[in-house]
């Protein structure tokens, strides 16, 4: 597929996610972040963007819960260049239900060419880069390429 070179702009929008049992280790990381995070929009899924609003005191934009479709609302945010950023603590030990979505979610986060961090560890690297405050020109689908090359065959 052809590429095309895409900004993020300076003010990040930022999508934080987070299973069941990693919810209070990342509002837990927002709390230590909050100053940080202040500079960026916040974007959330149910619970957790309900959680963290109320933990931090941070503006947080809330989807529906990840299970009832949350994950595939931040997916579509970000395949429209509407999230820049995903911090996502999932679960490692304990299966999902909606493990499709999860597994959609960072592939379509890799597609685009988006920072993700699934720890506190890559969460703080992300946070901390100087990148973060900054526009930055990425790699990313060139859809209309792509959508013209496809419409040529039919």
Same mark, same amino acid.
């Given at each position: ?5 895409g ?7 930022i ?9 209070? =280790?990342l ?8 100053? *940080?995070? *202040? ?5 959330? &899924?149910?619970? &957790?963007? $309900?959680?963290?609003?109320? *933990?931090?005191? %941070?503006?947080? @934009?809330? $989807?529906?819960?990840?299970? %009832? ?12 260049? =509407?999230?820049?950023? %995903? ?9 999902? #239900? ?6 959609? %979610? ?13 720890? #506190? ?6 946070? &901390? ?6 526009? $930055? @020109?990425?790699?990313?689908?060139? $859809? *209309?390429?792509?959508?013209? @090359?496809? &419409?040529?065959?039919?």
């Amino acid at each position: 597929m052809k590429s095309r070179t895409g900004a993020l702009p300076s003010r990040k929008q930022i999508a934080l996610i987070a299973h069941d049992n990693k919810k209070q =280790e990342l509002s837990d990381w927002v709390c230590t972040h909050k100053k *940080e995070l *202040e500079q960026h929009d916040l974007f959330a &899924t149910g619970t &957790t963007g $309900y959680k963290l609003a109320a *933990e931090t005191g %941070l503006k947080v @934009e809330k $989807y529906i819960s990840g299970p %009832l479709g949350g994950d595939q609302q931040i997916g579509a945010k970000i395949s429209t260049g =509407e999230i820049d950023v %995903l911090i996502f603590f999932w679960d490692p030990f304990e299966p999902m #239900p909606h493990d499709p979505d999860v597994k959609a %979610l960072l592939r379509i986060a890799a597609v685009w060419n988006i920072p993700v961090a699934c720890n #506190p560890a890559s969460a703080d690297f992300v946070i &901390t880069s100087p990148l973060i405050k900054q526009s $930055y @020109e990425r790699q990313i689908p060139d $859809y *209309e390429a792509y959508i013209a @090359e496809r &419409t040529k065959k039919l």
